[in-house]
């Protein structure tokens, strides 16, 4: 009989619980390394269309200094003066609309100015300039239709910002909640699997040892990972989608159980 090449014999070993018990031999460390790096991309694919439809994020999160200046009342007092025109702003003049010790707010600040603080953000002609602990981070203007600069200059300041560095906040979130995604599974994945080992020590069970429990509890994740994802297209929460992926974990190792009894004598 002709072997099943990888990693076709994976997907026939996840279908239904008794495949998912006879195929505890049918990957080798490498595969299973694979296939737990395939599950876990699965989980994350949500990631990149849920920050694709964002129009702003959570500003206190990357610039929480930043962030209260962007909502000071002498910056929302004159914008009411600002004027934009294809995508620039109308004002050649330096101006200082607000000042600390340590932050300032302005039109057209020199760089001298922007050095002293450590927190400011300057409104050039073309672009805007958040600056925290000293980092720069500019943006273009991007005037639309449904935010008024003039009256919520900053809802539109930020909205601008997110527009302009999507790309890199979207990169940055896949990478960090990859990693949680990456280090929660595996500590379940191991989690379940080293229980399911701990059969080996009953001589009515065929599982013979951590290899072969790991197996099983891959091909018992295929179905919680594919609704986790499904949850995550539709609404994206993390807790909910690890959450999905655990509960359908532990109802395919009962499954697993039921059908089986972890024994190739029972089954036969």
């Not at 239904?16 to 460390?29: E, V, Y």
């Not at 129009?55 to 962030?67: C, G, I, R, V, Y």
Request: aromatic share 14%; glycine share 4%.
């Amino acid at each position: 009989m002709k072997k099943v090449a990888f990693p076709v014999r994976y997907f026939m070993s996840a279908i239904t619980p008794k495949a998912m018990f006879k195929g505890r031999r049918a990957l080798n460390w490498l595969q299973m390394i694979i296939i737990f790096i395939f599950l876990n991309a699965l989980m994350i694919l949500p990631i990149p269309m849920f920050y694709a439809q964002q129009q702003t994020f959570n500003f206190h999160a990357f610039l929480p200094t930043s962030t209260s200046l962007l909502s000071r009342p002498e910056l929302k007092q004159a914008a009411k003066s600002f004027r934009f025109d294809d995508n620039k702003l109308q004002n050649d003049q330096t101006q200082i609309i607000y000042q600390t010790k340590n932050t300032i707010i302005g039109i057209n600040l020199s760089s001298k100015q922007l050095h002293q603080k450590k927190s400011a953000l300057n409104l050039q002609k073309t672009q805007f300039i958040i600056q925290e602990q000293s980092r720069q981070f500019p943006a273009a203007y991007q005037v639309t239709d449904q935010v008024d600069p003039q009256r919520q200059i900053t809802k539109f300041l930020k909205a601008s910002w997110y527009r302009s560095n999507r790309g890199t906040i979207v990169m940055l979130m896949m990478f960090s909640v990859g990693l949680i995604v990456v280090g929660s599974n595996l500590l379940l994945v191991l989690g379940a699997a080293f229980f399911i080992s701990l059969m080996k020590r009953n001589p009515k069970t065929s599982v013979k040892g951590f290899k072969e429990a790991m197996n099983i509890t891959l091909n018992a994740s295929f179905y919680g990972i594919i609704a986790a994802m499904f949850v995550g297209f539709i609404r994206f929460d993390f807790t909910l989608m690890f959450t999905i992926y655990s509960v359908f974990l532990a109802l395919s190792v009962l499954a697993i159980y039921w059908r089986t009894r972890f024994s190739d004598q029972f089954i036969s």
